[in-house]
């Protein structure tokens, strides 16, 4: 059962690191933390709370864009080209295929966050070294928390990126899909207490809009859970069950996406 996964992982791996964008989106990142220091020498105030912040969202947008252009590209690319036909026409089941892309692109996502989290950690520590002052409520601890949940929400958002694929034979029509859900994952957490409190807000929504927007919340993803960058910049605290808590979040949600995306992709039929 578990043996076709890893030779399907292993390509996908190998065909990720081989696609001329990811070493674009590298080159990006390693531009984005070069700026740090620039940017840090002109701020000169909360210099550990600028470079924490720019550190991590660096490398939440590089994997951002490595999940839009690079993986949702690997799954479609075998369906436009017809290479899907190979594949299943040896002892593959359609649920083992696609597990098997899945982990393929995880293990691309850990190994170019942790280049890309290097770069990071190396501009933080230089800049540690430069200014030790605005460093004295940093925290490397919390750092590499905020690394480790960012990976957990790029897994979270390939798993649903797949869960589009299986149904539909556009990639744009994923890529577009998986924006929006990542837009509405980010959001959810703050509409949801405008629309249950709108007298603090001074708004009036009606009932169905409330109803939608709680359905929303349950259905759609919360990827707020993930963004701990204001912590890690403040030196605040995660307690424990919070941590233990957003993990079982990201994993139990990732593994139903990808389960139902196992369903209706074997189910489905290819021109």
Not at 107 to 129: D, E, H, K, P
Not at 136 to 144: E, G, K, T, V
Not at 171 to 178: H, P
Request: hydrophobic share 55%; charged share 10%.
């Amino acid at each position: 059962m578990l043996k076709p996964l890893f030779p399907i992982a292993v390509i996908t791996f190998k065909e990720g690191i081989r696609n001329r964008a990811i070493y674009g989106i590298s080159i990006l990142a390693l531009f984005m933390v070069m700026m740090n220091f620039l940017i840090c020498q002109m701020v000169m105030r909360d210099v550990g709370k600028v470079a924490m912040d720019i550190a991590l969202s660096t490398v939440s947008f590089s994997g951002l864009l490595l999940v839009f252009f690079v993986g949702i590209n690997l799954m479609s690319k075998d369906l436009d080209k017809k290479t899907i036909y190979m594949v299943l026409a040896r002892p593959v089941s359609r649920a083992q295929y696609l597990v098997g892309k899945f982990f393929g692109m995880v293990a691309l996502i850990v190994t170019s966050n942790l280049i890309q989290g290097g770069f990071a950690v190396a501009s933080l520590f230089m800049l540690q070294r430069m200014y030790p002052i605005y460093f004295q409520r940093f925290s490397w601890p919390m750092l590499f928390l905020a690394l480790f949940f960012i990976v957990l929400m790029l897994i979270l958002l390939t798993a649903l990126s797949f869960l589009f694929a299986s149904f539909s034979s556009t990639s744009f029509i994923v890529l577009i899909l998986t924006i929006v859900s990542y837009i509405i994952g980010n959001s959810l957490s703050d509409v949801k207490a405008l629309v249950e409190t709108p007298q603090a807000a001074g708004i009036h929504p009606s009932a169905i809009t409330v109803k939608i927007v709680q359905a929303a919340y349950y259905l759609f993803p919360n990827l707020s859970f993930f963004d701990i960058k204001t912590q890690a910049a403040n030196g605040l605290a995660v307690s424990i069950p919070t941590i233990g808590w957003t993990m079982a979040y990201g994993f139990t949600y990732s593994a139903a996406a990808l389960s139902l995306a196992c369903f209706i992709f074997s189910k489905r039929e290819f021109p």
